[in-house]
C-alpha cells in the first residue's frame, strides 16, 4: 500500500489550495479515505473522512463549509479542496486509510497559510 501526497504549498489567507492523494497497491475503490493534518506542537487530527463511493462525507468543525473532500476511484485518487483558508490552517496534511487491518499513511504534504 503506497499514499503519495501532493499539492502542498505557500497560500494567501483567503486563497484555495487542492490537495491529492495518488493511492497504489490495494483496492482503492474498496477502502474508505481521510485527510489528517498535524500542526507544529500539536496532534495530529482528523480533517475529513469520505466513504468508498464517495456518498458520505464528514468534516471537522473548524473546515466544515471551507473544505471538500472527494474521490476519483477511476485515478485511485482522493482529494482535498481548501477554500477561505486561514493561518490556522498552516500544518502538514495527511492521507489516510484503514486497509488489511492497519492503518497506512502517506508521507504528508506541507501547507502554509501566510501572507
Known amino acids: 500500500v503506497q499514499l503519495v501526497e501532493s499539492g502542498g504549498g505557500l497560500v494567501q489567507p483567503g486563497g484555495s489550495l487542492r490537495l491529492s492523494c495518488a493511492a497504489s497497491g490495494f483496492t482503492f475503490s474498496n477502502y474508505d479515505m481521510r485527510w489528517y493534518r498535524q500542526a507544529p506542537g500539536k496532534e495530529r487530527e482528523l480533517v475529513a473522512f469520505?466513504?468508498?463511493?464517495?456518498?458520505?462525507?464528514n468534516y471537522a468543525d473548524s473546515v466544515k463549509g471551507r473544505f471538500t473532500i472527494s474521490r476519483d476511484n477511476a485515478k485511485n485518487t482522493v482529494y482535498l479542496q481548501m477554500s477561505s483558508v486561514k493561518p490556522q490552517d498552516t500544518a502538514v496534511y495527511y492521507c489516510?486509510?484503514?486497509?488489511?487491518?492497519?492503518?497506512?499513511w502517506g508521507q504528508g504534504t506541507q501547507v502554509t497559510v501566510s501572507s
Open positions: 489516510h486509510t484503514w486497509a488489511y487491518g492497519r492503518q497506512f
Open positions: 469520505i466513504t468508498t463511493s464517495g456518498s458520505i462525507t
